[in-house]
């Protein structure tokens, strides 16, 4: 069973930055893909960056292209997503999650596993 342990939300200022960590377990993950998503107060699920465990290709929801990256440590089955100039329309509670094969997906329906989620707040 794929477990996702998300960490590293916060409370940040508005430019300011924060990494989120995604703690993968419970199978191997060649040939999966392991991507974020978020979730503000009376909104969808939304889409923001998914890599490729094997090849590390990357995706990005336009909304974050330049500010944000997804990045991977096979070593320690860790996916991380840095995130720079942080904005108050970032604030959201942000989920880990992973599907087998097309790291391009961002339709939520697609993606089997998820983590707990975390808590991001950014202030103006």
């Known amino acids: 069973q794929v477990q996702l342990v998300e960490s590293g939300g916060g409370l940040v200022q508005a430019g300011g930055s924060l990494r989120l960590s995604c703690a993968a377990s419970?199978?191997?993950?060649?040939?999966?893909?392991t991507g974020w998503f978020r979730q503000a107060p009376g909104k969808e699920r939304e889409f923001v960056a998914a890599?490729?465990?094997?090849?590390?290709?990357?995706n990005y929801a336009d909304s974050v292209k330049g500010r944000f990256t997804i990045s991977r440590d096979n070593a320690k089955n860790t996916v991380y997503l840095q995130m720079n100039s942080l904005q108050p329309a970032d604030t959201a509670v942000y989920y880990c999650?992973?599907?087998?094969?097309?790291?391009?997906?961002?339709?939520?329906?697609?993606?089997?596993?998820w983590g707990q989620g975390t808590q991001v707040t950014v202030s103006s």
């Open positions: 419970g199978r191997t993950f060649s040939n999966y893909a």
């Open positions: 890599i490729m465990w094997t090849i590390a290709s990357t």
């Open positions: 999650a992973a599907r087998y094969g097309n790291y391009r997906s961002t339709r939520r329906n697609d993606w089997d596993y």
